[in-house]
């Protein structure tokens, strides 16, 4: 479904860059999830900006949640987060409302609306759409960290600076719960921001490498074919703006390997099966093993850039040129983050859901 | 849903490895869809094992179309393909049935089933089940060439070794149709048929990397956020075996381009927008911009191999050892690539069924 | 799913009685549907609460569209209403919070959430969740008038009192549009008014059966099995609270006939088909055949009654009686009318969405 | 979806009258429901042509499972049922291609389809298709028996004649499991007979009313808005040919009754809340409350009749007469109530399913 994704648990996302609000209605809920709001406002503070790595807009989400929490719990009917949107400036998009941005959803977005999308800020197609489901994001994960499920996503490069892999899976996750720029190797926050600086410098902007880990999850979840947990994290995780791959455990790595060396290992340990290795990032044949899952996700660099770009005014129909004016974030990489720990929040709270029944993700009173 | 695919056009999977059949039911056809069973079984034999660097299982595929066709065209309600099993044996399987084969789904399978599972040959978990797929594949595939959207995958890699990449679009997808090893440097397929030989002398596997193109797909098609082409493509494509990743365009490459390179300018070209390089693979937004659409797919070594692994008896819970017997694929590279064709062709024709509604695939009378 | 209903043209419900906001997102509309705020008070305006014979409770509706539209008209992404509660006396509800009222959805909704649900108001499960609903119906119901489709609703019978049938369907359907108390024959308002104050009087409710009628549906849409118009017109209609039967055509008349009276005979009419009769309500095999859609709901009357009723307290695990306070409608047949009208435009909608591709309902530019 | 129905649990209906096989695939099953293929051979023998009061046309229906099935119990994958189509004389269709059967889908279907519909018995809008539907419901009947849901439905008037209504409900719908010809009353059954036989010797056919009735259903199952259990009821049922109304509990039997009457009292009945009447047919606000479910579905006569009716030539466009010849049921009402129970047992599997798991209806290792 077009803005609507997901089961026995659904998100659906509304609002555009410069209306009125932006928000996401969030079903299937089991009854008496505890919402913190500390929480939703945590995970929507590691989306905002972040001084002068991006942009100046300012974003301090005062979000409101209308339905669906009763005395602090969730009732199991719909929760409505609604985020009003401020500091709105929409003259620079109206000037150059039929130019084309390079990399942006300007000229697709006028071949499907025929010109009536809203192009304030990218309208719907606008990064600030990942507000409500980030903050859908923070309730998910906090249910499902009761679970023992906990989700964790770090920098794995930025601009060709690697941070440094998982190790201790538990601690790193822990860790990174408190950053805001999410590297596990603090000495590289540096270097990346100072690429990002440069870039900056250059009205230019750079991409990077984010990599996600789960822990806790059960085996037996997921679908052989078309809702393996493959698909279905993929399917959320290409709907982030920006994203334009993945791979799983050794991902794009496996195309050298061979099987021998490819396959893991099972054991024993006390009493429960495991693997020795974890190349297949936790999944085999669609369906969780039981070890931590493991992907990784590359986001292009920021389309808007300073630097004149060759284009097309789409309604006369000619050749333009472009060069981006206002508030633009050089990088979005290390903002990207708390999106994709939400959307993987997400599909595993319905996977979860699926399998074990809509009262699974609940408390009991 | 689990194993049906589509919201418009849907596809519908049954049948394990040793079972009496496989099959596929797809809905949601336009009426007056050309049925070509020439095309079904050529497509069929693309996926077929190929000599000695494929399994020595004979699959003849004689497929059956069961409904859904009358007088050589479709008639709008649903189209069912049967393909009855043939020389399947099932004894290895069923002496080793605890016994997790590393890298494939045996131990999930179990979490998930419970020991229900069919444990022969994989049962509804095996590569077999992509057959009626491909059947069906082959269907879409013509109908989406009429309306002038041609789809083709090379193997852009395989062990370590290169084919060239995509040079003139439609001639190089026109001269993969007729391939049974997909490359377009025929000079490769003697080098990567002799890796795969090496693989299997060592009783051992190999993966590599798909590439794959579309053509003709006007722009407009797709949606932003759930429903982006991205995130319909990668849902479908992980559903095959075997994969592990997948990107778009530049894909990974990106995380090391800025925004100036990144971004493909856009151009008037004979009053027709269209962008000067095509780093986006075709989709900005979510939503495909007229350019040809690119992705690139990893497929894991196969899982099966004949050297000696550790794994666990899941029945008994103690640690084991396990050497296939048997016929098996050393690699799966070269026979996946029209599975790639056929679940590309499903998603597409989808999109636009729902773009343009559900007469817009078929012919008039 | 459980909010959210449709497939090409979703709507997702959220908001509880005394929360803050309730709402909808309406998503898949075509770009370019003119918005008219008349049109959504109008449709809003028919569903309050009319004088003496409906609850006290004032409801304004000052609804908001805070997504979706611009600059008067719908953008093609999802477009969000608001409606904001207002005049909410939660006092009564809270006091009686564990005594079922018979009738209601109180027991049930403990059963299903375990005592997290809100229980003010009916929480989730008010009919006030129907605004919304309206402000949609509205929108769609516009754009289905301007392809020639337009739906009309009348009160057939109400405590026993029955209106005319539909006779010229379009000047009926126009006459209805400007009723706020919906019968064809006008005479029949003041026995329908006196039916239900005599209920009020006695602290009673009554209830009504709606006749509904849509002209100018094109013929072929609608799918023979689970897809049927039917199936999609009761699955929508049942979501409204208090419905508990519907049926298309002659409908229970049906039991009593035969074949040679029941059949609609065809024949030519201006070169085209149509058929003499209309007993199968415009619908064969699932599918429209251009003639009227013609169905009758029967809504019961209102479960809230000031009369002592026997019941239990579901914490207390005992016995107990409840008599209703506060302000409550003595029957709702009245204002449901335009809810089965709006519902109606949102199964129409989707289904000539799909049928005929996603810009079916806008305008051009 | 157009041919699949079902959340956690579907079913995909393919087939047409006259092909070579119609089937179903059901996917969702938990694993290990035992398949009893005597119980699927009992469902299909009651609704099955029963001697002169049905068509002559021979259904023997021998069915196989071809997959999802393993050592006769569910795996959890899909399991696929075919029925070839034996004894179809299709030259009388041929025929009168063109003719539109007064109260069928020919035109409807032509209008759809464009002529690429299979005319021959008309294909695949054939109430034949509800053979594999039936084999399903015989399979999630069993399970759910296992869990102690029992549905049961019976003729409650057929040509004007009525049987008993539900006494006691568990040896009534015992009693219905064994009785080809479903009336509770055996007198009625005569008395049926002797009103089919009459329409059948006037070349005419005639319809009637069943009442089904389930019980066991735990309470807390079901959703408000969308998915209320009377929702999902109906657009099931609906999708069975020839349902033109359905009611629950009191039905359109509300409109005249007034609220203190028509709500259910609650009561405690050893620990254990219930109602002292049952008018809303064990459903409020969508969701069960533990009470019997009840629901009648009124089945129009079968459409083709001996008697010459007014018709189309809708390719020649011209008016024309059309009287049948060959094999028809002069009644469907015995025939269908199976098919209603098989339904039924459908969307409550699924229900159930969603609510607690993937294993409910499984059984343990």
Known sequence: MKNTFGTSITLTLFGESHGAMIGAVLDGLAPGISISEEEIAHFLSLRRPQGAISTARSEKDPFQLVSGVYRGKTTGTPLCILIPNEDARSESYLEKAALARPGHADFTAHEKYHGFEDPRG??????????????????????????????????????????????????????????????????????????????KADGDSVGGVLESCVVGMPAGVGEVWFDSVESLLSHAVFSIPAVKGIEFGKGFGFAVMRGSSANDPFCMENGRVRTLTNHNGGINGGITNGMPILFRTVIKPTPTIFREQQTVDYEKKENATLAAKGRHDPCIVHRARVVVDSITAL???????????????????
């Open 122 to 199: 990218g309208g719907h197609f606008s990064g600030r759409i990942t507000a409500p489901l980030v903050a859908a994001g923070a309730i998910l994960s906090s249910a499902l960290q009761k679970k023992g499920v906990r989700i964790g996503t770090h920098i794995a490069s930025l601009a060709g600076v690697n941070d440094r892999g998982f190790e201790n899976l538990e601690s790193d996750i822990a860790a990174l719960r408190q950053k805001e720029f999410a590297v596990l190797d603090a000495e590289k926050e540096k270097e990346m921001t100072a690429a990002i600086l440069a870039a």
């Open 347 to 365: 599909v595993l709270a319905d996977l979860l859901t699926q399998r074990f029944g809509t009262d699974f993700l609940g408390e009991t009173k």
